[in-house]
């Protein structure tokens, strides 16, 4: 199983470049379109299960994310066309047979733009993700800004830490909801 740790941060556009800009490391571009999927009566998010298909620049990256013990969450990957035929690969990866032949729809998603800047901090490798786009769902729309760092390799205590600077040191807010959980609410009105 993959083990996704991470922490997000409500941000502005202008905080985002200035992140850019001060924040050393190798630097990628992708440009991000996300279609978070629900079973018709909600059962997949009833359970914190995220299942998802990215379009990462030209790749389709279809992922299930589940709850896991601590503050992380185990993450399932696979390279697929289509979220339909990506699900009972997923299945296997995570051992979720319950997955397998269950009727999925679209929900609502994400289109935006991240630059993700990777270094080593403390002896861990992180990645800074600057996003900037905007959240759909239910017809409606609202602007994404956000700053994301994620553990790579090395301790979750280091990035606390670096999240403790990150906020202190440019004023950033924790973001509590996930982006497929404010597209959620999108789609139900909320």
């Known amino acids: 199983m993959g083990y996704e740790f991470e922490l997000k941060f409500r ?20 440009h991000m379109h996300t279609t978070y999927y629900d079973t018709p009566d909600g059962s997949l998010s009833a359970k914190r299960y995220t299942l998802r298909r990215r379009m ?27 979220i339909e035929a990506a699900v009972p690969e997923l299945c296997k990866l995570s051992g979720l047979a319950e997955l397998e032949g269950i009727a999925i729809q679209e929900v609502c998603g994400a289109r935006f733009t991240r630059i993700a800047k990777t270094f080593v901090w403390q002896g861990t490798t992180m990645e800074l ?13 609202i602007p994404l800004f956000e700053v994301e760092v994620e553990l790579k390799e090395g301790s979750e205590a280091a990035v606390r830490a670096f999240g403790a600077f990150l906020s ?21 009105g909320e």
Do not use: I, M
């Open 11 to 30: 941000a502005d556009e202008n905080t985002l470049a200035l992140l850019r800009r001060e924040v050393v490391g190798e630097e990628k571009t992708y």
């Open 56 to 82: 990462e620049n030209d790749v389709s990256v279809c992922t299930l994310k589940v709850p896991a013990k601590g503050d992380g969450r185990g993450e399932f990957e696979t390279v697929c066309d289509t």
């Open 129 to 141: 993700a600057l996003d900037k786009g905007e959240l759909f769902g239910g017809g409606r729309t």
């Open 168 to 188: 202190a040191a440019y004023g950033l807010q924790p973001e509590k909801a996930s982006k497929f959980r404010r597209g959620l609410a999108l789609y139900r």
